[in-house]
């Protein structure tokens, strides 16, 4: 039972952390909340025995890519959104909501086929990275692991010759 | 396989592409000569043209018949042209006119007077095309081509608020002739189904059987297209509009033939190529004649510009005609015809009547003008002759046509005919109110006093209609005798499926 | 004679018209009229000729047939350009051409006025065409040849009314009498058209193959008394009543009173008005066939006669006194002819063409020396100035009130005992036993006093008592407010040879038809001889022996004997005791009746009203603009003016440059796909 | 986890798409529009990893991984066309960015 209540608490807490990401007025905070939202959602992971992506998550995106967004902010120095306008146009919120919860419900209805209910003890050396690493490197991920590879570098030169200034 | 029909389509053509390039001064002799040219070339046609022989089926029905030349092989499309009586009158008519407008125009047009040459000449290719193209796709490709003259006509050298007159008649005529496409399409197709190649020739496309519903959908897409174009009583009012801003030369050509082409369409595609809708949907659309009949004379009443006045009369005038069109008897039908050169003459005659006194006085208002008849002698007598002709008073060629149509109609729809005999009170009291204002009456207006009487090129454009006028009303014997084979052939046509319907009506079954 | 030559008759004429039109104003008053006389003449010879050939052929040659060329000729429809000169069209011919020859004689010398010098020569172009017109609907063989000349005279009366058009309302008048015509003519083609189709594959509109198709199969047209042809006959009817001025398109004839006189001698007397009477003696055996029919007909007769004659009592215009009694005289004719005493209604016609035609002549010769002074309170006293005219507006006035030996006695008592006479059930308007006969002698007796009262007024007023218009010269600058003319004087013998030729046929008129009562050996009866063979189909359905022989000479007696009095009084009003007029009338007729009579009882003012006023005004403020204008035109405009509008709201709100526009309207468009598939499955 | 079923974990994924979509169509920075997409890609993870779980295989958890580097490859990118939009008007504010207007 202790189970499940750590689940709820992580998962709201989560979903809280998302909230404030689109509320907060100035950027600075958003990025904070967003730090916050990616650990919440690493403990998800582990209560979900995907350990090595916990990790990842961590890694990735609390390490590489939110440190990427903090350095733009100082580089633009911005100061939060000017005062006056309203950050946002409530209109195409509410219009937001709708359509991704359409898509939502529409997804979780069409699975409805599934048994949903208990899912069993994961067996023991589940999500950890030796069984990760396996699918990958001899099973079938081998090729789509190249390509992402190189799909970073082709970003990386992308972003510098975006960013540069001209010379 | 003789080339005589091709040339005379052509030929304008050809001249209007040589008066397009010449310089302003020869322009206009030119594309007289060109008219003229082709009216020289067309008469042949007349002796040529045989009305004792003549098939029931296949290419007999046509003759001078210029071969199908394969266009878009493979569609079964191709590039053929052949007369009967009826289409070789109404060339004739085209033929005539032209060269007449061409000289009219020839004073009152002045800035640009090439162009205005070269599409007229397009303009009379374009129709003497559409009358002799035995190919729906050949005759929808002159159809639509006739649009384009005509509008930059109205467009370029009409009057004050041109553009929309224009771009009214364009729309209204282009939505109508889409409905068309889509029609021919459709048949097309259906003939496919059912012979097993593909061929747009009218004559193949007469035999295909088609289920009462599906019929009865495609002949209201040609009944619309072609209605815009006669103009029948709800789709009219682009006409006023269209001819008061039109240039004396293009309202003469758009009544004189372009409204005939109208009533062709009925006679050569909606009749014949749907004998069954014809036969049930006969009675609404010549009530729907008679009311135009009606109306355009009422309203014609109510106008005091007189090219408004006459415009109305042609919606007035064309009613009869479609009255007599759908009598679907030898009468009826015969009148119909001959009354479509009855109102090619006389309305063109009245328009170009009009453009002398807008020349002179460069008013339309009725109210301007009075007491012709003292100033211009000769004018009223040639205006008093013509609206007599387009009154109907027998002895002129009016009363021929419009006696022969409502005697054929009153047989098929008495009703109909009893309200569009109505037409004749009405006819000569807005005709008579607007001759009594021009030409009789004191002379009161200082300008009419001066104004000159016709000069002797008005005289020569005037007398070749005039001289018509009188002979077609004492002597109608040998234009009918050419019109009257061609005119049972096509109720062979149309009366022959309906036979198959005298058991109780198979709606909807594949016959 | 040989038949071809009746196609000269109508040539003549035509003939005329072209010479004038191309001498235009070269030809002089003098000129023109004598080609126009020397036509007519020539064509009254032949038609002489024509005439003394069936006479003298005794029944052998019943007529004499030419045939032009085939006009049209379209299914069913064989029409020919060919004339006809049976013995009815012969006397026809001869009344148009005899009378229309005098008549274009006199208008030589009535054209003088030097205002009009160059245009006599249209006038006289017109009068010829006129008789060509005439001519052509007499003499032709078929309906649509009938009709063409049908029209024609509408259109020469259209002309000739309006000859002065300069006048605004003379042309108004002018269109009115045409667009009235127009209106028969619209009943007319409607009965031609419907008897066409009845006869369905023997359909022909010839006269003579239509009698002998009738005849022998009545039962084409639904037998006799059938609805059908009844339908037909009054159709062709009312082609007749706009034609010949009766209830209900009589309006125009009194207004055709604009043109010159000589025009409404020829043509509102004597000739085009009459074409009604013809057209029904031509189709007797049609009408026959329809008791309804012929009952409608006469009781139609009968009020126009005795409507029109209330009219004329009271009218001071000479020339609308004599339009209103023309419209009276035909009332009588068709009075004659719907009981179906053709020969009387024939006969009628005849002498009411000799004395109507002397009668307006007459009036001419007095208005020209008057100088265009129509207005009978300012004549009187001419017969001391004109003593032609005089005596031969007298004869014609005797003629007219039927005073015993005098044409009119003849034919109009025919007609009145025919009536009386008449078999109830061959007009069966309100069902055969209905005594529809002897009221409608009532009528006719009642009209006939009037007609000799409204008649010897205008006689008295004109020649008779002390002249008021403008004093002789000795006079006339003493009251100043006379005209300052010369005193009326006779007119040029080129006017007065006609009047006395028309006076002596006004006398000798009753000759050709003395009635059976009168010792005349074979002389009596003459015209009924004569017309027998046209009138021979029609004579199977006529009887008259609704009263004994006995009756015919006291009631002949009693109406000799009104009229006798209805001269009196005039003549005791407007000689005797001149007095003041418009005192004695008060108290003689009750104010209303004066007024109303005066006024013709307000018919234009209610045509004008009921029928004109609503179709002007309907059509241009209703139908033009609105229907026209608002609505066909409204829904194209408005479909047009939707459409622009429908793209700028698109362009406003989804194509506004922000990306996340764009994203919504993907994701919406992907959420729409995804919810389908998955709810859809 | 095995009381808790897939329901949740999937509602918590459907929950944080959707804030995140909200955020990126209604916000007028551009930086955090970019941070909501990072938000709805993180909802597409867990998804992945909670139906990975519920089956017993391992393969979502690849799927995750690609996709954070899908979503490194993306912040990258992103950031960069943020900083040319800032050198071109000096503000992030997208409501300036209509040039694409019809």
Redesign the interface.
């Known amino acids: 039972?202790l189970?499940?209540v750590i689940?709820?608490f992580f998962?709201i807490m989560?979903?809280l952390a998302?909230?404030a990401?689109?509320t907060?007025r100035s950027?600075i905070a958003?990025?904070i909340a967003?730090v916050v939202?990616?650990f919440f959602?690493a403990s998800?992971?582990v209560?979900?025995?995907?350990h090595?992506?916990a990790v990842?998550?961590i890694l990735?995106?609390a390490g590489?890519?939110m440190v990427?967004?903090i350095f733009?902010?100082m580089?633009?120095n911005?100061r939060g959104?000017?005062p006056g306008?309203?950050?946002?146009?409530?209109g195409?919120?509410?219009?937001?909501?709708a359509?991704?919860?359409?898509?939502?419900?529409?997804?979780?209805?069409?699975?409805e086929g599934?048994r949903?209910?208990?899912?069993?003890?994961?067996?023991d050396d589940?999500?950890t990275i030796e069984?990760?690493g396996a699918?990958?490197f001899n099973g079938t991920?081998l090729l789509?692991?190249e390509v992402?590879s190189v799909?970073?570098t082709?970003?990386?030169v992308?972003?510098?010759v975006?960013?540069k200034r001209e010379v | 396989m003789n080339h005589l029909l091709s040339l005379v389509t052509f030929l304008p053509l050809i001249g209007a592409l040589v008066v397009f390039v010449s310089p302003k001064g020869t322009a206009k002799w030119l594309a007289l000569a060109v008219s003229l040219l082709t009216f020289v070339v067309s008469v042949p046609l007349w002796f040529l043209y045989d009305p004792a022989a003549h098939g029931l089926a296949g290419w007999e029905t046509f003759q001078l018949v210029d071969g199908p030349y394969p266009w878009i092989a493979d569609l079964g499309i191709s590039y053929t042209v052949g007369i009967d009586g009826i289409s070789l009158l109404l060339v004739l008519l085209t033929t005539l006119l032209t060269p007449l407008v061409i000289y009219s125009s020839m004073s009152s047009i002045h800035k640009k007077v090439g162009q205005y040459m070269g599409f007229m000449l397009i303009l009379e290719t374009a129709m003497l095309g559409s009358f002799v193209a035995l190919d729906t796709f050949l005759f929808y490709v002159f159809w639509e081509l006739m649009l384009i003259p005509m509008y930059f006509i109205i467009g370029v050298w009409g009057g004050p608020n041109r553009v929309y007159a224009a771009l009214k008649f364009f729309i209204y005529t282009l939505v109508g002739s889409l409905l068309m496409l889509i029609a021919i399409v459709a048949l097309y197709v259906f003939h496919f189904q059912q012979f097993g190649f593909w061929s747009a020739s009218i004559l193949d496309l007469y035999n295909v059987a088609l289920p009462f519903r599906t019929e009865a959908l495609l002949f209201a897409a040609f009944v619309l297209a072609f209605a815009i174009k006669v103009p029948m009583f709800p789709l009219h009012t682009w006409l006023p509009d269209a001819h008061v801003q039109a240039p004396t030369g293009g309202s003469v050509i758009l009544a004189g033939v372009m409204l005939k082409l109208g009533t062709y369409g009925f006679l050569r595609f909606a009749m014949p190529l749907f004998p069954q809708a014809t036969h049930e949907y006969g009675g609404v659309i010549a009530g729907l004649a008679a009311i135009g009949i009606v109306y355009g004379a009422l309203v014609a009443m109510a106008q005091d510009d007189m090219k408004k006045l006459v415009a109305y009369s042609s919606v007035s005038h064309m009613g009869v005609i479609m009255l007599g069109l759908f009598a679907l008897n030898t009468e009826g039908v015969s009148g119909s015809v001959y009354q479509m050169l009855n109102h090619g003459l006389s309305t063109g005659a009245l328009f170009l009547l009009v453009g002398i006194i807008y020349e002179r006085r460069h008013t339309r208002e009725i109210a301007e003008y009075g007491g012709l008849a003292t100033s211009m002698p000769k004018y009223s007598f040639v205006l008093l002759v013509v609206a007599f002709s387009s009154i109907g008073l027998p002895g002129l060629n009016g009363f021929i046509g419009e006696a022969l149509s409502l005697l054929g109609a009153f047989h098929t729809h008495p009703v109909a005919t009893v309200v569009g005999t109505s037409g004749v009170i009405f006819g000569a009291v807005y005709m008579l109110w607007m001759v009594q204002r021009v030409v009789f009456g004191p002379l009161t207006i200082e300008a009419n006093k001066t104004m000159p009487d016709l000069t002797g090129r008005e005289i020569a454009y005037l007398a070749p209609i005039l001289v018509l006028i009188v002979v077609m009303g004492v002597a109608p014997g040998p234009i009918l005798a050419k019109l009257e084979p061609s005119v049972d052939r096509l109720l062979v046509q149309v009366n022959s499926q309906v036979d198959l319907l005298a058991q109780p009506d198979v709606a909807g079954g594949q016959r | 004679m040989n038949p071809a030559l009746l196609s000269l008759v109508p040539l003549f004429p035509l003939l005329g018209v072209i010479v004038i039109a191309l001498l235009n104003r070269r030809a002089s008053r003098l000129v023109a009229g004598g080609i126009a006389t020397a036509m007519v003449g020539l064509s009254a010879l032949v038609s002489f000729w024509t005439l003394w050939t069936l006479v003298s052929s005794h029944g052998q040659t019943p007529m004499l047939y030419t045939r032009l060329y085939q006009w049209i000729s379209v299914g069913h429809l064989h029409v020919d350009i060919a004339f006809l000169a049976d013995p009815l069209s012969a006397v026809m011919m001869c009344v148009v051409t005899g009378v229309g020859a005098l008549i274009h004689l006199y208008s030589i010398g009535y054209m003088d006025d030097p205002a009009d010098a160059d245009s006599t020569w249209r006038f006289f172009a017109y009068m010829n065409l006129f008789v060509f017109a005439m001519l052509l609907l007499v003499m032709g063989d078929n309906f649509l040849l009938m009709f063409v000349g049908w029209e024609g005279v509408g259109l020469c009366s259209y002309l000739l009314i309006g000859f002065w058009y300069t006048n605004t309302d003379f042309a108004k008048a002018g269109k009115k009498a045409f667009i009235a015509n127009r209106v028969g003519d619209f009943s007319f083609l409607l009965g031609v058209f419907m008897l066409f189709w009845a006869l369905g594959d023997q359909a022909t509109l010839t006269f003579a193959q239509l009698q002998d198709t009738l005849v022998a199969q009545p039962q084409l047209v639904g037998g006799s008394g059938g609805t059908l042809v009844t339908a037909i006959a009054l159709l062709l009817f009312g082609g007749a009543t706009g034609k010949s001025a009766q209830i209900p398109l009589f309006v125009w004839l009194p207004d055709a009173m604009a043109g010159p006189t000589p025009v409404s001698a020829l043509i509102h007397a004597a000739t085009m008005v009459t074409s009604g009477i013809y057209m029904i003696c031509r189709l007797n055996f049609l009408f026959v066939m329809s008791p309804v029919a012929m009952g409608v007909i006469a009781t139609i007769g009968a009020l126009t006669a005795f409507f029109a004659a209330t009219v004329a009592l009271t009218q001071t215009d000479i020339k609308k006194v004599l339009a209103y009694s023309t419209v009276s005289q035909l009332g009588y004719m068709f009075l004659g002819v719907g009981v179906g005493a053709f020969t009387a209604g024939t006969f009628h016609l005849i002498t009411h063409a000799f004395f109507k035609a002397l009668l307006f002549l007459g009036a001419g010769a007095v208005i020209h020396s008057l100088h265009h002074q129509q207005d009978m309170r300012h004549m009187g006293g001419l017969l001391k100035y004109m003593k032609i005219t005089g005596v031969t507006m007298i004869v014609a006035w005797l003629a007219i009130i039927g005073f015993p030996g005098f044409s009119g006695f003849f034919s109009k008592d025919e007609i009145l005992w025919l009536t009386f006479s008449a078999n109830p059930a061959q007009i069966a308007l309100f069902g055969p036993e209905f005594p529809l006969p002897k009221i409608l002698w009532i009528i006719g007796a009642v009209t006939a006093v009037l007609t000799a009262f409204y008649m010897s007024r205008l006689i008295f007023l004109t020649f008779f008592g002390d002249y008021r218009g403008g004093h002789s010269d000795a006079d006339a600058a003493a009251d100043g407010h006379g005209h300052g003319h010369a005193p009326p004087h006779e007119v040029s013998p080129l006017m007065w040879v006609p009047l006395a030729a028309l006076a002596l046929l006004a006398m000798g008129g009753g000759l050709i038809n003395l009635p059976h009562w009168l010792p005349s050996g074979e002389m009596s009866g003459g015209l009924h001889h004569f017309l027998a063979p046209v009138f021979a189909n029609s004579a199977p359905y006529l009887s008259f022996d609704g009263a004994d022989e006995s009756l015919e000479m006291p009631i002949m007696g009693i109406t000799l004997v009104m009229v006798f009095i209805a001269v009196m009084v005039p003549w005791f009003l407007y000689l005797k005791k001149p007095g003041d007029l418009d005192e004695t009338r008060r108290e003689l007729v009750p104010d209303l009746l004066y007024r109303g009579s005066l006024n013709k009882w307000w018919i234009d003012e209610l045509y004008q009203a009921a029928i004109i006023g609503p179709i002007l005004v309907g059509s241009r403020h209703f139908l033009w603009a609105i229907v026209d204008a608002q609505l066909i035109d409204g829904a194209v405009n408005g479909v047009a003016s939707a459409m622009s509008g429908l793209s700028s709201g698109y362009s406003r709100f989804i194509q506004d440059g922000r990306v996340q526009t764009y994203a919504l309207v993907l994701a919406a468009g992907a959420a729409v796909l995804v919810f389908a598939f998955a709810v859809g499955g | 986890m095995d009381q808790v079923g897939l329901y949740p974990v999937l509602f918590t994924s459907v929950a944080l798409f959707m804030i995140g979509a909200a955020g990126v169509l209604s916000r007028r920075n551009a930086l955090i529009v970019l941070m909501c997409i990072e938000l709805m890609l993180n909802s597409v993870n867990l998804a992945f990893v909670g139906f990975a779980r519920h089956l017993g295989q391992a393969d979502g958890h690849v799927f995750a991984i690609f996709v954070m580097a899908v979503a490194a490859a993306e912040a990258a990118v992103g950031l960069a066309l943020v900083i040319l939009l800032f050198r071109h008007k000096a503000s992030v504010d997208l409501e300036n960015f209509t040039m694409l207007k019809g």
Do not use: C, E, K
Request: proline share 6%; charged share 5%; aromatic share 10%.
């Open positions: 039972m189970h499940a689940f709820y998962a989560t979903i998302g909230l990401v689109v907060r950027p958003a990025a967003l939202t990616f959602q998800l992971y209560l979900l025995d995907a090595f992506v990842a998550q990735v995106y590489a890519i990427l967004f733009v902010m580089l633009l911005l959104s000017d306008t309203l950050p946002h146009i409530p195409r919120a509410l219009a937001g909501l359509v991704a919860g359409l898509v939502g419900t529409g997804l979780v209805v069409s699975l599934l949903m209910m208990d899912m069993g003890p994961a067996p589940f999500g069984q990760v699918l990958i991920y789509p692991f992402a799909l970073l082709v970003a990386m992308g972003a510098v975006l960013a």
